[in-house]
C-alpha cells in the first residue's frame, strides 16, 4: 500500500528509485468519489512501471477548479483512500491549479493522464517533455465519472 507524504519526503525516495534503474510514473487528480474508472486509470499508470505517485489536489484547489464549490471527501480521507490501493506506490498533494511544480520536482519518466486527454492537450505536457519525460494516455474511456455519480444520487440525471 502507498503512503501519502510531502514533496520533501518523497524527493529523496524517488531519487533513489531512479538510481536503481527503477521507471517512475505520475498521475494525479482530485478523487473524490472514487469509481470503476479511476482504479483502471491507477492500474493502467502502474503497469507503465515501477513506483506510481499520484498528486491529489488539495481542497482548495478543488475549490479553485470551479467544477464544484468543495470536495465530497476531505484530502486526508482521499489520501488515505488512495494511498490505500494497490496500484498506488505513494500519495503526495498539491494546490496548484497543476502538477508543474510536483512534475519538475520529481521529473517522473512517465506523466500518466486519464482518456479525456490527448498527449498533445496534456496542460502540463510540455513541462514532461522539457526534462525528458514522456505523456501517455492510460485508462479506459471516460464513461465513467464523479459529476454523473453526484447526478444520479440527486436524481437529475
Same mark, same amino acid.
Given at each position: 500500500?502507498?503512503?501519502? $507524504?510531502?514533496? =520533501?519526503? +518523497?524527493? !529523496? @525516495?524517488?531519487?533513489? =528509485?531512479?538510481?536503481?534503474?527503477?521507471?517512475?510514473?505520475?498521475?494525479?487528480? +482530485?478523487?473524490?468519489?472514487?469509481?470503476?474508472?479511476?482504479?483502471?486509470?491507477?492500474?493502467?499508470?502502474?503497469?507503465?512501471?515501477?513506483?506510481?505517485? *499520484?498528486?491529489?489536489?488539495?481542497?482548495?484547489?478543488?475549490?479553485?477548479?470551479?467544477?464544484? &464549490?468543495?470536495?465530497?471527501?476531505? $484530502?486526508?480521507?482521499?489520501?488515505?483512500?488512495?494511498?490505500? @490501493?494497490?496500484?498506488?506506490?505513494?500519495?503526495?498533494?498539491?494546490?496548484? !491549479?497543476?502538477?508543474?511544480?510536483? $512534475?519538475? =520536482? +520529481?521529473? !517522473?519518466? @512517465?506523466?500518466?493522464?486519464?482518456?479525456?486527454?490527448?498527449?498533445?492537450? *496534456? !496542460?502540463? &505536457?510540455?513541462? *514532461?517533455?522539457?526534462?525528458?519525460?514522456?505523456?501517455? /494516455?492510460?485508462?479506459?474511456?471516460?464513461?465513467?465519472?464523479?459529476?454523473? /455519480?453526484?447526478?444520479?444520487?440527486?436524481?437529475?440525471?
Amino acid at each position: 500500500m502507498g503512503r501519502y $507524504l510531502t514533496i =520533501e519526503e +518523497l524527493k !529523496p @525516495i524517488v531519487a533513489k =528509485e531512479r538510481q536503481k534503474g527503477k521507471t517512475v510514473v505520475f498521475g494525479n487528480g +482530485l478523487f473524490d468519489l472514487i469509481h470503476v474508472g479511476h482504479i483502471r486509470y491507477l492500474k493502467a499508470a502502474k503497469d507503465l512501471g515501477d513506483i506510481l505517485i *499520484v498528486g491529489l489536489n488539495d481542497d482548495v484547489s478543488v475549490a479553485a477548479q470551479g467544477k464544484r &464549490g468543495a470536495a465530497i471527501t476531505p $484530502l486526508s480521507e482521499r489520501a488515505e483512500i488512495i494511498a490505500s @490501493i494497490c496500484h498506488v506506490d505513494y500519495v503526495v498533494s498539491f494546490g496548484e !491549479p497543476t502538477v508543474e511544480r510536483l $512534475l519538475l =520536482e +520529481l521529473k !517522473p519518466h @512517465i506523466h500518466a493522464k486519464g482518456t479525456d486527454y490527448t498527449p498533445e492537450t *496534456v !496542460p502540463e &505536457g510540455h513541462v *514532461v517533455r522539457s526534462y525528458g519525460g514522456r505523456v501517455a /494516455i492510460v485508462g479506459d474511456p471516460k464513461e465513467h465519472s464523479t459529476t454523473n /455519480i453526484i447526478k444520479a444520487i440527486k436524481g437529475t440525471e
